[in-house]
């Protein structure tokens, strides 16, 4: 039995979606677009089309409206170095990338997107060092 990879994404508009969706299905892999209305879902049910619509108030989402990140699930590791790989080959797809894990995918995508954002601050502060 074989394992559906996923890409889920936010924060890119059509034609980066477009993009991203043109380089999934190299990968044999579906895209999933994290909205607004659904940020408050764990990552688990964005992934199995569970996802309800969940309030978020304007100032959390407003943190978040700039930010655009590429989330991968299921992909072994060569075929995660070849995506990646692709995505950096374009620069109008500079976002943060991270990996889906057994803990990650329990979390709302809120608090994980949130998390992301302070690991890569933390990431820009000590590297300029």
Same mark, same amino acid.
């Given at each position: 039995? =074989?394992?559906?990879?996923?890409?889920? +994404?936010?924060?890119?508009?059509?034609?980066? #979606?477009?993009?991203?969706? =043109? $380089? @999934?299905?190299?990968?044999? !892999? =579906?895209?999933?677009?994290?909205?607004?209305?659904?940020?408050?879902?764990?990552? /688990?049910?964005?992934?199995?089309?569970?996802?309800?619509?969940?309030? +978020?108030?304007? /100032?959390?989402?407003?943190?978040? /409206?700039?930010?655009?990140? +590429?989330?991968?699930?299921?992909?072994? /590791?060569?075929?995660?170095?070849?995506? +990646?790989?692709?995505?950096?080959?374009?620069?109008?797809?500079? @976002?943060?990338? !991270?990996? $889906?894990?057994?803990? =990650?995918?329990? %979390?709302?995508?809120?608090?994980?997107?949130?998390?992301?954002?302070?690991? #890569?601050? %933390?990431? #820009?502060?000590?590297?300029?060092?």
């Amino acid at each position: 039995m =074989s394992v559906k990879k996923e890409v889920v +994404i936010f924060g890119f508009d059509e034609v980066k #979606r477009n993009k991203l969706s =043109s $380089i @999934c299905l190299k990968y044999d !892999a =579906s895209l999933k677009n994290v909205e607004k209305n659904i940020l408050g879902n764990k990552l /688990e049910d964005i992934i199995k089309d569970r996802a309800i619509e969940s309030a +978020i108030d304007e /100032e959390t989402f407003k943190s978040f /409206e700039n930010e655009k990140v +590429i989330l991968f699930n299921n992909f072994n /590791e060569d075929e995660l170095n070849k995506v +990646i790989k692709d995505i950096r080959s374009d620069k109008d797809l500079k @976002c943060i990338l !991270a990996v $889906i894990t057994p803990t =990650s995918i329990e %979390w709302e995508f809120k608090y994980l997107l949130e998390h992301l954002i302070e690991e #890569r601050e %933390w990431f #820009r502060k000590n590297n300029n060092k």
